[in-house]
């Protein structure tokens, strides 16, 4: 029998194989599987062989050419990064002079607008932070060193539900301060904070719009 004939024998070997498995004929079954093992002899597991390893390579080479692309693209959006890295290292650099300071995982930030306490929280809100609050003397002077001279800043915190009682914003009890020498008076009746250029802090009416807004992040 020629190749050709031979393939043919052998598509007519596993014809009769998928109507046995659909119709579960037992005993045409075994007489089937007898015909295979009797051709195995001529090469038959060869040929069956053969398509399937063709099939694994061409796989393999689609895998490996998409691993290829996969590559040069990570390799181009490294590229990307490390532009982006630089751009913002550069503008950090021009920020930090005045806009930015950052101290242990906070990072301060403002743009210079100035503005009423409540509009204050909503624009901080809107960048996704929160208005600045030191909690400590390192984050007091990062927040000092963005004012300029005369310049103030609302602080996150307030004593507007209870007199006298200062609490951030997140409801907490105030556990660090550095109140100018005489405050709070709740003079005519202040429940926010302003920092000073010195530093130093002072309670003050909430409507007043010409103090800084620094965020935290
Ligand atoms: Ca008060
Ligand atoms: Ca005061």
């Given at each position: 029998m020629g190749p050709a004939g031979e393939s043919y024998h052998h598509f007519a070997i596993a014809r009769q194989a998928l109507q046995l498995s659909v119709y579960g004929d037992e005993r045409n079954k075994g007489a089937v599987e007898n015909r295979i093992r009797g051709h195995r002899s001529t090469g038959l597991t060869m040929h069956l062989c053969q398509p399937f390893k063709a099939l694994v390579l061409a796989m393999a080479l689609m895998m490996a050419s998409a691993f290829d692309a996969l590559q040069r693209q990570v390799t181009a959006l490294e590229k990307n990064i490390q532009t982006l890295q630089a751009d913002v290292s550069r503008h950090q650099k021009f920020f930090s002079l005045r806009w930015v300071k950052s101290v242990g995982k906070k990072t301060f930030m403002s743009t210079g607008t100035k503005d009423s306490f409540e509009n204050g929280k909503s624009l901080c809100a809107k960048a996704g932070g929160a208005l600045a609050c030191p909690h400590n003397h390192a984050e007091n002077t990062a927040l000092r060193e963005?004012?300029?001279?005369?310049e103030r800043a609302y602080l996150?915190?307030?004593?507007?539900?209870?007199?006298g009682k200062f609490l951030y914003l997140n409801g907490e009890p105030v556990t660090y301060t550095n109140w100018?020498?005489?405050?709070?008076?709740?003079?005519?009746n202040e429940d926010c904070v302003a920092m000073y250029d010195n530093g130093k802090w002072n309670d003050i009416?909430?409507?007043?719009?010409e103090m800084l807004i620094i965020c935290k992040f």
């Open positions: 963005i004012l300029k001279d005369s996150g915190m307030s004593d507007v539900q209870t007199e100018e020498m005489g405050e709070p008076n709740n003079n005519k009416d909430c409507s007043k719009s």
